[in-house]
């Protein structure tokens, strides 16, 4: 079954790090652009960051710039999140996902999707 | 950055009545609209891309309208299970970009 699932979630305090990962199956992992998008609790969607098929481009949401990066192991079909300097804005559930086709990264709407897993920033 | 504005934040309606959501972005994004349904404790589950487009395995029921500036999502007989948030995102300009989200309640 394609699927993907992220690991890494946790409760981390203002100022720590955590890296999140997103395994994906069953489909050729290294041809697609990739994705984090995040879910403040209770409240709406907001990309975060995406990662071409083979490292080469990455992008930013500003509120994350600087402080997290994404990246990718095609050999270990595996995506990741490295998150530092965090904030308690930055509490939210995060999941990866995947554009509807291989091609070179682009704004993309999202067919397939993580369960999630959930970062608390607090004290 | 795009913005996305979706109206209402909640829409009460009855099984088996129509439904109609409203999404407008703050610049035109040509037919690059995605609409999704969340419900409590699932990811997003895509409904509708390119604007108009359902995607695979969803029902007749969802249909999705406009181009440019102004969209619809169309539930036209609500089934218990329609109920949850529907999100609405933009893929014509970067960074996509999501509205807040209308939640559809009894």
């Known amino acids: 079954e394609v699927q993907l699932l992220e690991s890494g979630g946790g409760l981390v305090q203002p100022g720590g790090s955590l890296r999140l990962s997103c395994a994906a199956s069953?489909?050729?992992?290294?041809?697609?652009?990739m994705s984090w998008v995040r879910q403040a609790p209770g409240k709406g969607l907001e990309w975060v960051s995406a990662?071409?098929?083979?490292?080469?481009?990455?992008y930013y949401a500003d509120s994350v710039k600087g402080r997290f990066t994404i990246s990718r192991d095609n050999s270990k079909n595996t995506l990741y999140l490295q998150m530092n300097s965090l904030r308690a804005e930055d509490t939210a559930i995060y999941y990866c996902?995947?554009?509807?086709?291989?091609?070179?990264?682009?704004?993309?709407?999202?067919?397939?999707w993580g369960q999630g897993t959930l970062v608390t920033v607090s004290s | 950055e795009i913005v996305m504005t979706q109206s209402p934040v909640t829409l009460s309606v009855s099984p088996g009545e129509r439904a109609t959501l409203s999404c407008r972005a703050s610049?035109?994004?040509?037919?690059?609209l995605a609409w999704y349904q969340q419900k409590p404790g699932l990811a997003p589950r895509l409904l509708i891309y390119?604007?108009?487009t359902r995607a695979t395995g969803i029902p007749a029921r969802f249909s999705g309208s406009g181009s440019g500036t102004e969209f619809t999502l169309t539930i036209s007989s609500l089934q218990s299970e329609d109920f949850a948030v529907y999100f609405c995102?933009?893929?014509?300009?970067?960074?996509?970009?999501f509205g807040q989200g209308t939640k559809v309640e009894i």
């Open positions: 996902a995947r554009p509807p086709q291989p091609a070179a990264i682009r704004a993309e709407y999202f067919p397939l």
């Open positions: 069953e489909f050729t992992f290294s041809s697609y652009a």
């Open positions: 990662i071409s098929g083979s490292s080469s481009f990455t």
């Open positions: 610049q035109s994004v040509d037919s690059n």
């Open positions: 390119d604007s108009s």
């Open positions: 995102q933009q893929n014509n300009h970067w960074p996509p970009a």
